[in-house]
């Protein structure tokens, strides 16, 4: 299996860390600076995650100073499909945009769209999709509670910066 790769981009005293691959056993994750302000995660191009991988992917959440800025970029089925039973996320992250699964019954045709989270309402889902293989109108392949429980974290920690 190949093992998990993180790409880092710091700017000052804010990072960007782009995790690619597979969250297993195997993964190790990277140590948070000390000095940082802000972390963003881009988990786009997260393609597996298993009950090792959710271990050691906790701790390492956990293991974040709380006064870090953290925000999630482009969150994948496979995490997006475990939020109902696990916790996989920090607590206090902004989830700036998901990647929406979309089936087409015409072709079988997996469609993956990147849908931006912070402008949407209450209750708002991602549009309708044309299949990019056949042009058909191709299904949305995702669990709305899931999606809900994003929308969750963004609001409170709207609320949360509200109050102070
Ligand atoms: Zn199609």
Known sequence: MAPLKLKKT??????LL???????????????????????LDLGQVSYINSYGIRSWFNW???FPPELEVEIVDCPPVIVNKLSSVVLLP??????SVV?????DTCSYE?????????VQNGAVPPSK??????????LDILFENYNQLLNINRNKARKKAAG
Do not use: H
């Open 10 to 15: 710091v700017r000052g005293t804010s990072l």
């Open 130 to 139: 044309k299949c990019s293989g056949c042009g058909e109108n191709a299904e």
């Open 18 to 40: 782009t995790i690619v691959g597979k969250i297993d056993e195997s993964s190790d994750f990277t140590e948070i600076p000390q000095n940082l302000r802000s972390l963003i």
């Open 61 to 63: 959440i956990s293991s």
């Open 111 to 119: 469609n993956y769209e990147s849908f931006n989270l912070l402008d």
């Open 91 to 96: 607590a206090d992250c902004k989830v700036r």
């Open 100 to 104: 929406v699964p979309y089936y087409c």
